[in-house]
């Protein structure tokens, strides 16, 4: 096995990363942008989130498969670039109460916003490789 197994490392993530989250209020009040609303004014919230569909990797590692014995280690640290999350809400008494309905709207820009900073996620592997035969 060589001495000098560092790399430079590249390549894309196909990116099925986000959330979906759906809440159906009991009973209580809730405020979005300020404004308070009822369980039943409110109806069922649903959230949702998405990255892009590719993204972008690079990262440094240590080690190399093709070189070396029957037993190979190697490492690997990054980062991924997956843009922007985008985060989208609806209510479903949002259709009834247009007040509700901009209220949502201003809750899910805030929340873009709050996220809009978190593009780059690092990333870290390790791997053990052994040969047979």
Same mark, same amino acid.
């Given at each position: 096995?060589? &001495?000098?197994?560092?790399? /430079?490392? #590249?390549g894309v993530f196909i990116n099925q990363n986000g959330f979906n989250v759906t809440g159906t209020p009991t009973g209580g009040t809730y405020m979005f942008n300020g404004h308070t609303y009822t369980a039943s004014q +409110?109806? &069922?919230? $649903?959230?949702?989130?998405? *990255?892009?569909?590719a993204a972008p990797y +690079?990262?440094? %590692?240590?080690? !190399? @498969?093709? !070189?070396?014995? &029957? /037993? $190979? *280690? $190697? #490492?690997n640290v990054g980062a991924i670039y997956e843009? #922007? @999350?985008?985060v989208? /809400? $609806? #209510?479903? %008494?949002a259709a009834a109460n247009p007040q509700l309905a901009s209220d949502v709207q201003a809750e899910q820009n805030s929340l873009n916003n709050k996220v809009s900073g978190y593009q780059w996620w690092p990333v870290?592997? +390790?791997g053990l490789m052994y040969r047979f035969g």
């Open positions: 096995m060589s &001495r000098n197994n560092l790399n /430079l490392t #590249a +409110v109806g &069922r919230l $649903t959230g949702k989130t998405h *990255f892009n569909g +690079v990262g440094i %590692g240590w080690g !190399d @498969p093709m !070189d070396g014995g &029957r /037993l $190979t *280690f $190697t #490492a843009g #922007a @999350p985008n989208s /809400l $609806t #209510a479903t %008494g870290m592997g +390790v």
